[in-house]
């Protein structure tokens, strides 16, 4: 079990250089120690994007790293499991972890690097991709998704797509399904055109 309460809340300062070995795990354990070296690597400046302009298209695989984003110049990297949410700006703790574990560490150490305005819209961005990518896993449907009040401090679905490059006068792909927005910004899931079989 995660708690989510640093989820999306913690920000990486454009001035520390982050790396896993500042960070390195002194333990045999080498399943704790690959979960510390997957969540140090979310701070990299070196992310690829999660979105392709050039297709129209944003892809992000279960436990993948992928750039959404910046906030104040520091990159905005995020990873999605079923775990919950990562992001280079909140790292989740695990309730039965010890404050005192290099995981928990990190997480305090980012997240005491930022301001709360700098949270709060990192929190908007990767709040809205989140649930973005629940329509796209199929864990949340469309009509599910246009319901759901984010608030109003929630970046909207139109402003998430155009700054990740996605041309939102056309339909766009998440991760091989389609979708469309309509002008009140509402999501719709295109359905692939299939050939009508004619019987004779």
Do not use: C
């Amino acid at each position: 079990m995660i708690i989510n309460s640093l989820s999306s809340q913690v920000l990486i300062p454009n001035k520390i250089n982050y790396s896993k070995d500042n960070f390195a795990v002194k333990s045999s354990d080498t399943q704790e120690s690959s979960d510390l070296t997957n969540i140090s690597r979310i701070l990299s400046p070196n992310v690829p994007k999660a979105a392709d302009p050039q297709t129209n298209s944003i892809n992000i695989k279960p436990g993948e790293i992928k750039n959404i984003g910046s906030v104040d110049g520091s990159p905005l990297n995020i990873s999605l499991d079923s775990d919950g949410i990562n992001t280079s700006f909140g790292i989740g703790i695990y309730a039965n972890e010890p404050i005192d574990s290099p995981r928990s560490k990190l997480a305090l150490d980012v997240f005491k690097n930022h301001t709360p305005t700098q949270r709060d819209q990192a929190g908007s961005i990767s709040n809205r991709f989140r649930f973005l990518y629940s329509v796209a896993n199929g864990s949340m449907s469309v009509n599910e998704y246009n319901a759901t009040d984010l608030g109003q401090d929630t970046m909207s679905t139109s402003k998430l797509l155009t700054s990740l490059g996605i041309d939102v006068s056309k339909s766009f792909s998440f991760n091989g399904k389609s979708f469309s927005l309509d002008a009140q910004g509402d999501l719709h899931a295109v359905l692939p055109a299939s050939p009508l079989n004619v019987a004779q």
